[in-house]
């Protein structure tokens, strides 16, 4: 799949969208209605209402990449349906992708380390 070299963040629409739009039109609801800025390297991810399809919209510093996927078997696993922005760690966009269930990918927890006195 193509995606944008390093750190990713990765940001989900939790409401379903028309899957007729296109990159502009996704690029569009980004702005206005999430409020949150399409050309910044973020990926977006939306869902359409059938929950065996997915699509991906993010800016990759020379024009917005838009990919579309539909799983053969299965459905993707969603949160529950309301408006609004879900933020997803790498891992759990790469299990989501897979058609896995990302809500069961934690991050590792790290402990700061102790100060010395």
Do not use: C
């Not at 989900?12 to 569009?28: E, Q, S, W």
């Not at 949160?79 to 966009?93: C, K, N, S, V, W």
């Not at 809500?103 to 927890?109: D, E, I, Y």
């Amino acid at each position: 799949m193509i995606l944008p070299g390093g750190p990713i963040r990765v940001l989900m629409a939790t409401k379903p969208v028309d899957f007729r739009k296109g990159m502009d039109g996704l690029a569009a609801l980004v702005k206005e209605e999430l409020k949150t800025d399409p050309f910044s390297g973020v990926i977006y991810v939306f869902r359409a209402r059938r929950s065996n399809r997915v699509k991906l919209i993010f800016w990759d510093g020379t024009g917005t990449v838009m990919v579309s996927k539909r799983l053969g078997e299965g459905r993707f696993r969603w949160p529950r349906i309301e408006d609004g922005l879900m933020r997803l760690t790498p891992a759990q966009f790469g299990a989501l992708i897979e058609g896995l269930d990302w809500t069961r990918v934690h991050g590792r927890r790290i402990q700061a380390p102790q100060e010395v006195q």
